[in-house]
């Protein structure tokens, strides 16, 4: 248990006891024997914060089941907390649509904090839910539905929703090698490449993550500093085709002269031309990135 300031940003011991469904004297039993973990404040109160409980629902599938998460004020507040208990995933990808354009924060990490406390992984939570979504919010800016500046709030809300995600999953201790994750120099699409992050982090990796526009060039003192044994390039757009491909010549080229494996995936392949040889591997889709 570890000692910290006050902080209202934590869950307390009472709600804690009402998201896992359970009294505030078996929290504190918990607690005090280490099965649940928690922080102190210099008032002496315990707080917990999310990750604390997803350590939790992960080794005790019996409450992650229990879950509770939303406080259950209204009809809509109910029909959110089922649908994140069953992964109704039908239902919330209309609903998390919905919040990401409202620019929710709250209610879409709920969700995704939800989904992963009850044992949906992260590559489903990622490919099945947010790129549907994802998805819908681009065809609705190319149909004129809405602005330029909503596509960009939308899709920005989800970004920080896969950020405050990453505090919540719990990582594997044992460190099983080094990855660096990018996007090519013209690239501003990074969402994809963020969700590579997080998978590569959760099957044990250190990752460093330079996201957009990252010039090819520049990725050797990257290889010199940071040693990666592989790199991870998501590629979804490119602005000028010739520029791209020579980019990504060169990159593999520098993967091949530093023994680094290199796995590309992305939308814009198609567009690089890219086919599978020796020095590079196409993954398909971000669940890939588990067999990789
Ligand atoms: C959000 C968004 C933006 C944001 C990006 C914000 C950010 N921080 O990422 C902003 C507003 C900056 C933006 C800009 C532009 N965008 Co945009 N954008 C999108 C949108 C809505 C979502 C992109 C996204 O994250 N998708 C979710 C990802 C997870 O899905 P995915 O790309 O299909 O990837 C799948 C796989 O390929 C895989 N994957 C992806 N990468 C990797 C990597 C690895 C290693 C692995 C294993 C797997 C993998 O994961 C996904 C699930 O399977 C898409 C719509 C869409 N259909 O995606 C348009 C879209 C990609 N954009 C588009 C366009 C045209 C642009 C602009 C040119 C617009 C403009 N005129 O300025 C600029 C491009 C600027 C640039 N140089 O990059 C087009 C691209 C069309 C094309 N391919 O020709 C799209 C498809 C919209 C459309 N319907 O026309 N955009």
Redesign the pocket.
């Known amino acids: 248990m570890q000692k910290t300031a006050d902080n209202a940003a934590m869950i307390s011991s009472i709600d804690v006891a009402k998201i896992l469904g359970v009294n505030v004297a078996t929290i504190k039993r918990w607690t005090d024997s280490g099965k649940l973990d928690c922080v102190k404040t210099a008032g002496g109160h315990r707080k917990f914060l999310l990750r604390h409980l997803a350590a939790f629902a992960m080794e005790h599938e019996k409450y992650s089941q229990r879950l509770s998460l939303l406080p259950i004020d209204n009809r809509e507040d109910l029909e959110l907390s089922e649908q994140i208990l069953h992964a109704d995933y039908g239902r919330l990808i209309p609903q998390t649509l919905e919040l990401s354009l409202n620019c929710n924060q709250e209610s879409l990490n709920t969700i995704l904090s939800g989904l992963y406390m009850i044992h949906q992984d992260l590559a489903s939570i990622y ?1 099945d839910l947010l ?1 549907p979504v ?2 819908v ?3 609705k ?2 149909d004129g539905k809405i602005s330029v500046s909503q ?2 709030l939308a ?1 920005q809300t989800i ?1 920080d929703g896969i950020v405050k995600l990453q505090n919540v999953v719990v990582k594997p201790e044992i460190l099983k090698g080094k990855a660096f994750v990018l996007t090519l120099s ?8 963020k ?2 992050q997080h998978l590569l982090e959760l099957r044990g990796y250190q990752v460093l993550y330079s996201g957009q526009k990252t010039p090819a060039e520049d990725t050797v003192s990257v290889f010199e500093s940071f040693h990666p044994d592989r790199v ?3 590629s ?2 490119a ?1 000028n085709i010739s520029d791209a491909q020579s980019e990504l010549k060169e990159l593999i080229k520098l993967c091949a002269d530093h023994k680094i494996d290199l ?6 392949l198609d ?1 690089l031309g890219i086919h599978e040889d020796k020095n590079i591997t196409v ?1 398909n ?2 669940r ?2 588990f067999n990789s």
């Open positions: 490919e790129t994802l998805r919010i681009g065809e800016w190319m596509e960009h899709s970004r013209e690239e501003l699409h990074d969402i994809p490449a969700m590579v991870y390039l998501s979804i757009y602005e796995y590309v995936g992305g939308s814009g567009q993954l889709s971000l890939a990135v």
